[in-house]
């Protein structure tokens, strides 16, 4: 079992920056982690990801050239820069320990391909 725990969230204006964090406990070994997000009113939608051997990452369009994961030992980091009023969500760690030859660019999207989560963390972003 792997345990999640996010941390780092907040309240900022449009256009400034926030860091979210997410320390990973238990069985560590994850070949992916990964953060989504909800919305009030929304489904859950894929932000970044990034493999844990070599550090390949993924990013939704959306937080393209202005979101960054990266990881460090059992921990993975999103620094969310320029960040706008809709990136206001709920934003969740995942991680898998599935073999990594079974993803791919798009299953790596997929939150049905995920098996452990965090609580959440809350971003809020004013106009």
């Known amino acids: 079992q792997v345990q999640l725990v996010e941390s780092g969230g907040g309240l900022v204006q449009a256009g400034g920056s926030l860091r979210l964090s997410c320390a990973a406990s238990g069985r560590t070994f994850s070949s992916y982690m990964a953060w989504f997000r909800q919305a009030p009113g929304k489904g859950r939608e894929f932000v970044a990801a990034?493999?844990?051997?070599?550090?390949t990452t993924y990013y939704a369009d959306s937080v393209k050239g202005r979101f960054t994961i990266s990881r460090d030992n059992a921990k993975n980091t999103l620094q969310m820069n320029r960040l706008k009023p809709e990136d206001t969500a709920v934003y969740y760690c995942?991680?898998?320990?599935?073999?990594?030859?079974?993803?791919?660019?798009?299953?790596?999207?997929?939150?049905?391909?995920?098996?452990?989560w965090g609580q959440g963390t809350q971003v809020t972003v004013s106009s």
């Open positions: 995942a991680a898998t320990s599935r073999p990594e030859w079974t993803y791919s660019s798009v299953t790596i999207r997929d939150m049905g391909r995920y098996d452990y």
């Open positions: 990034i493999r844990w051997s070599g550090g």
